[in-house]
């Protein structure tokens, strides 16, 4: 009677064990099955859609206007600086990440320096891990932590002082340096920025989200701060070159795999209660 109890106790806690590794398993092919499923259907590759896209229609069927191919010509409106006057004072206004923003160079970024009437001063130069830049005849300059435009003023204030009489200088970024994106995605690592990169991008560039990944929101640190922030995965949320994008996974997804190293033994001890 003794002996029995603890095999019934054996054999109850087996049976517990197996029961939650198959809620697991039969949980995470239902979810693996439901992301196909978005996926066969249009789902952008995991990535939501926003009103008014439409990537998968077929384009309608232009009709010829009615004086195609005769010798009425068309009629052009009447006054079109009405419609003009009600176009936005800034279209690019959308494409603009931040109200002010102007971006600050760092250590790898590459730039294109042009004296202007100066060719032999003039040229391509990356920022070196310390901040640095080497021009000719003046030197190492500082450039990480400047803007393009504090830049020029800085080259042009070094050149003024016995080598060129009012030189102009002109200061543009050829290759920013890259951001980074960790987690739940299919191929996490470092990119190439891009100009107005939004998180959207971002997760498109690295294969999109994987089964395990949570779609609604991203963390992000940006360059030089050590706190993560919460934010959106749409084209509202800016990517700066040097950010680290994080992508967490669900509790579903860690419970699975907290509960993987113990499939072994749940299948040892199930084995064991129906064989004893």
């Known amino acids: 009677m003794r002996s029995s109890v603890p095999t019934f106790l054996t054999r109850a806690a087996a049976i517990l064990v197996a029961a939650m590794l198959l809620f697991a398993a039969l949980g995470g092919r239902a979810h693996a099955q439901k992301i196909d499923q978005k996926i066969d259907q249009g789902d952008n590759y995991?990535?939501?859609?926003?009103?008014?896209?439409?990537?998968?229609?077929?384009?309608?069927?232009?009709?010829?206007?009615?004086?195609?191919?005769?010798?009425?010509?068309?009629?052009?409106?009447?006054?079109?600086?009405?419609?003009?006057?009600?176009?936005?004072?800034?279209?690019?206004?959308?494409?603009?990440?931040?109200?002010?923003?102007?971006?600050?160079?760092?250590?790898?970024?590459?730039?294109?320096?042009?004296?202007?009437?100066?060719?032999?001063?003039?040229?391509?130069?990356?920022?070196?891990?310390?901040?640095?830049?080497?021009?000719?005849?003046?030197?190492?300059?500082?450039?990480?932590?400047?803007?393009?435009?504090?830049?020029?003023?800085?080259?042009?204030?070094?050149?003024?002082?016995?080598?060129?009489?009012?030189?102009?200088?002109?200061?543009?970024?050829?290759?920013?340096?890259?951001?980074?994106?960790?987690?739940?995605?299919?191929?996490?690592?470092?990119?190439?920025?891009?100009?107005h990169m939004n998180a959207l991008n971002a997760i498109a560039l690295a294969g999109g989200f994987n089964t395990q990944a949570v779609e609604s929101v991203v963390f992000i640190r940006r360059e030089g701060s050590n706190k993560e922030e919460e934010v959106p995965v749409d084209r509202t949320t800016p990517i700066y070159p040097g950010d680290v994008v994080k992508v967490h996974t669900t509790i579903f997804s860690d419970l699975t795999s907290w509960l993987s190293p113990f499939s072994g033994a749940a299948a040892s001890a199930a084995t064991a209660a129906i064989v004893y």
């Open 46 to 195: 995991g990535l939501k859609r926003f009103p008014g896209d439409d990537y998968d229609s077929a384009p309608a069927r232009l009709t010829p206007p009615a004086f195609y191919g005769s010798q009425q010509r068309p009629v052009m409106p009447a006054a079109p600086a009405a419609r003009l006057s009600a176009a936005p004072a800034n279209p690019v206004a959308y494409y603009q990440p931040r109200t002010g923003y102007e971006y600050v160079l760092g250590p790898a970024d590459k730039l294109k320096l042009t004296v202007f009437g100066e060719s032999d001063l003039s040229g391509d130069f990356t920022i070196d891990g310390a901040g640095f830049i080497r021009l000719p005849l003046i030197g190492e300059v500082r450039a990480a932590g400047f803007t393009s435009r504090q830049l020029e003023g800085a080259v042009a204030g070094a050149l003024s002082q016995g080598y060129l009489k009012a030189p102009r200088v002109a200061v543009e970024v050829s290759n920013y340096r890259p951001f980074y994106i960790i987690g739940a995605v299919n191929r996490p690592g470092q990119y190439p920025y891009v100009d």
